[in-house]
């Protein structure tokens, strides 16, 4: 594996770091292959609890490198839809399928896959200087790793079209206050507090959290009745948990409850 994915082993939680600063952490092939291959051994391991996803230098993510891989030559246009399903679009659909809440901290520019890699997260953290932007359009290309499915759902279908229409930049302000992140925060915070929430998240009821993940990505697609069953039924496991049975006594025992679930 390159040095341009790495990995910290943490107390019950990694910190991945695409390490590519040079380029902005701009994503290729091999990359991105790499990245696939954390993803994959993250979820396999048992005392991996909770994921923190952030970028090396001035840079969250800037996207898809425009190299040999995508640049037209003689010999005709590149295969983008080959490239985005073999790749990007799997690194989208891994984030979303882990049984383990993923922070992202976005420490400068997030462009283009970039942006979309850092919205499949479940809680986005953003320095005040950070930027997304959705950079396509100024290639002549259509946003693609999911952009159109995060940017309708959290900020709804005017400004979605607008950003991906325009490519205008929006500070990480703004995306607080329109919903598309958690939160912003001081740059200089940024780290010590993606830390600090994925180090809680990683103590936190596992079984319950990746219940939630399950239940919040089929929400968009059921009925209420549908929601409702799916509901009861992971209210239903969540309860013959062990890691419930502790919430229950530390409860009533006023003090902190000590989740131990494994995934």
Same mark, same amino acid.
């Given at each position: 594996?390159?040095?341009?994915?790495?990995?910290?082993? %943490?107390d019950?939680?990694?910190?991945?770091?695409?390490?590519?600063?040079?380029?902005?952490?701009?994503?290729?092939?091999?990359?991105?292959?790499?990245?696939?291959?954390?993803?994959?051994?993250?979820?396999?391991?048992?005392? !991996? %609890?909770?994921?923190?996803?952030?970028?090396?230098?001035?840079?969250?993510?800037?996207?898809?490198?425009?190299g040999?891989?995508?640049i037209?030559?003689?010999?005709?246009?590149?295969?983008?839809?080959?490239?985005?399903?073999?790749?990007?679009?799997?690194?989208?659909?891994?984030? %979303?399928?882990?049984?383990?809440?993923?922070? !992202?901290?976005?420490?400068?520019v997030?462009?283009?896959?970039?942006?979309?890699?850092?919205?499949? !997260?479940?809680?986005?953290?953003?320095?005040?200087?950070?930027q997304?932007?959705?950079?396509?359009?100024?290639?002549?290309?259509?946003?693609?790793?999911?952009a159109?499915?995060?940017?309708?759902?959290?900020?709804?279908?005017?400004?979605?079209?607008?950003?991906?229409?325009?490519?205008?930049?929006?500070?990480?302000?703004?995306?607080?206050?329109?919903?598309?992140?958690?939160?912003?925060?001081?740059?200089?915070?940024?780290?010590?507090?993606?830390?600090?929430?994925?180090?809680?998240?990683a !103590?936190?009821?596992?079984?319950?959290?990746?219940?939630?993940?399950?239940?919040?990505?089929?929400?968009?697609?059921?009925?209420?009745?549908?929601?409702?069953?799916l509901?009861?039924?992971?209210?239903?496991?969540?309860g013959?948990?062990?890691?419930?049975?502790?919430?229950?006594?530390?409860?009533?025992?006023?003090?902190?409850?000590?989740?131990?679930?494994?995934?």
């Amino acid at each position: 594996m390159t040095e341009m994915i790495r990995r910290d082993h %943490r107390d019950g939680w990694w910190k991945i770091t695409l390490n590519r600063p040079e380029k902005l952490n701009a994503v290729n092939e091999v990359m991105l292959g790499d990245l696939l291959s954390v993803l994959d051994a993250a979820a396999a391991d048992p005392l !991996c %609890r909770a994921l923190l996803l952030t970028g090396e230098g001035r840079g969250f993510c800037a996207g898809q490198e425009l190299g040999p891989a995508v640049i037209p030559d003689e010999k005709g246009p590149p295969d983008l839809a080959k490239l985005a399903g073999t790749w990007h679009h799997q690194v989208v659909r891994r984030i %979303r399928a882990l049984p383990l809440p993923v922070v !992202c901290a976005v420490n400068g520019v997030a462009a283009g896959a970039g942006a979309s890699f850092a919205l499949a !997260c479940d809680v986005v953290l953003a320095a005040r200087s950070a930027q997304f932007v959705q950079a396509f359009v100024k290639i002549g290309l259509v946003p693609d790793s999911g952009a159109s499915f995060f940017l309708t759902r959290a900020i709804g279908e005017a400004r979605a079209r607008a950003l991906a229409m325009l490519g205008d930049t929006l500070d990480a302000g703004r995306a607080e206050a329109w919903g598309l992140i958690w939160k912003a925060v001081d740059d200089a915070a940024l780290v010590e507090e993606a830390e600090k929430l994925t180090a809680s998240l990683a !103590c936190g009821p596992t079984e319950a959290l990746a219940a939630m993940k399950r239940m919040f990505a089929a929400a968009d697609q059921n009925t209420l009745d549908a929601q409702l069953d799916l509901e009861a039924a992971l209210q239903g496991a969540a309860g013959r948990s062990a890691d419930y049975a502790e919430g229950v006594r530390a409860f009533l025992e006023k003090r902190a409850p000590n989740f131990r679930g494994g995934r």
